[in-house]
């Protein structure tokens, strides 16, 4: 009897930290920020990078919606 207990228990267990992997997996905005405060922490100067990139990337979109609608 002991042993059905305990196997009910570990598959409880295992149960258990596979439901919160998947919870893990499809918590898209918890995940993002972590990585970005990885970012932040271990490399500021390639989040300064990505930020400048998407802000050029920004204003070309800009300049080029704004060179469109002249013509």
Known sequence: MTTERSDVERARADLASTLDAIEYKLNVPKRATERF??????????LVGIA????????????LAIR????
Do not use: Y
């Open 52 to 63: 400048v990139a998407v802000a050029s990337a920004v204003a070309g979109v800009v300049w």
């Open 37 to 46: 405060e990885r970012l932040r922490k271990n490399n500021p100067l390639a």
């Open 68 to 71: 469109v609608a002249k013509k």
